[in-house]
């Protein structure tokens, strides 16, 4: 039997048995996301995993760590966070497949104002989620109470994945080429980033988040906001392990178009953008409308309907398209080609 309990910790504000409460409850939704190679569940000292490198010359591992940013308050709002987890791991994961890794396990942290255990594991709910879309196991995490430095309601999350690929097929973009096409995998919404212009446009704080917004096909404006980032990495593996040559891929995040496609070119190179052919979406129109925002700032800031893009050579173009297709990604299209132009992102209208 536990006896670990403080009367004294527990009088400034720490709960450490809801801490155990919320351990119980998360395991149940780690299991969910186990896989080959899982040594050990949550609970203990640090997380255990077995990488199968069969078939690999030389194994590189891949990290990557990020958070969700301030589109916490949204979730905070609708009082809902089972899905937040799954934005905190596509923040990782999606960045890592982008070196052609496959992610193998993710580690989360909570820091919350006061524990509440059913709080906390429908967070986990969602990182548990994201793992199983992505393919990777959550194998441990931390959730911190932290009374008096944070309201009793606020919390943050952020979390790590690890993935491995071999060294010889690590995808870094010294392969693009100009004359490569650009495919664009479309994205949920907002995802991630971008929320501090968000709510300000909105005044998230007094907007009605529940009401059906014509502009917005009906939906509401918490509903399309919260929509949870997109998670690319079967599609992308699919599209390597089907015989594309993938020279470059790039997740497009904070700063948008201008800022990451870029972070996929040579020098010398660069990417001209055929907007017309983006799937358009109703919230970004609207933020922009809002807002009196430029064309610039928008693409700046936000991914304007496409969550990836990926370099590849045109004559593989239709081919990448069919095998995205087959993983799910049916709107995927060619948004653009790579010119010689020094990293700069440039718009053409088709």
Same mark, same amino acid.
């Given at each position: ?43 203990? &000292? ?113 979390? &790590? ?190």
């Amino acid at each position: 039997m536990n006896n670990s309990h403080s009367a004294a910790y527990a009088a400034a504000g720490v709960d450490i048995e809801a801490g155990y409460r919320g351990v119980q409850l998360m395991k149940e939704h780690a299991a969910r996301t186990a896989i080959p190679g899982v040594v050990s569940g949550i609970g203990g &000292f640090g997380g255990l995993f077995a990488p199968d490198l069969a078939g690999m010359k030389e194994p590189v591992l891949v990290s990557g760590t990020d958070g969700v940013g301030t589109k916490l308050r949204i979730a905070q709002l609708l009082d809902r966070h089972d899905t937040i987890g799954i934005d905190c791991v596509a923040m990782c994961v999606n960045d890592i497949v982008c070196c052609g890794a496959r992610p193998l396990f993710f580690l989360d942290y909570i820091a919350i104002g006061k524990n509440k255990p059913e709080k906390a594991a429908s967070i986990v709910s969602g990182v548990a989620e994201g793992c199983v879309r992505s393919g990777c196991a959550l194998i441990g995490g931390e959730t911190a109470e932290h009374p008096g430095v944070m309201a009793p309601d606020d919390y943050d999350i952020a979390g &790590f994945a690890v993935g491995i690929v071999d060294k010889e097929k690590i995808i870094d973009g010294s392969r693009v080429r100009e004359g490569d096409a650009l495919i664009g995998l479309t994205s949920s919404g907002v995802h991630s980033n971008g929320f501090s212009l968000v709510r300000k446009v909105f005044d998230i704080e007094h907007a009605d988040l529940t009401a059906p917004v014509e502009a917005l096909e009906g939906k509401s404006l918490g509903e399309v906001l919260l929509a949870p980032t997109k998670l690319y990495v079967k599609p992308v593996l699919a599209l390597i392990e089907g015989g594309v040559d993938l020279h470059g891929a790039s997740h497009i995040t904070g700063g948008g178009f201008f800022e990451n496609i870029p972070r996929m070119l040579p020098k010398g190179l660069g990417a001209k953008i055929l907007p017309n052919a983006i799937p358009r979406q109703p919230i970004f129109e609207l933020i922009q409308k809002r807002g009196g925002i430029s064309d610039h700032d928008m693409y700046n800031t936000f991914n304007m309907g496409l969550g990836m893009v990926l370099a590849v050579p045109m004559e593989q173009g239709d081919r990448a398209l069919e095998l995205l297709a087959a993983a799910g990604e049916r709107d995927a299209a060619c948004v653009g080609v790579v010119t010689r132009a020094d990293g700069g992102v440039s718009f053409e209208a088709v």
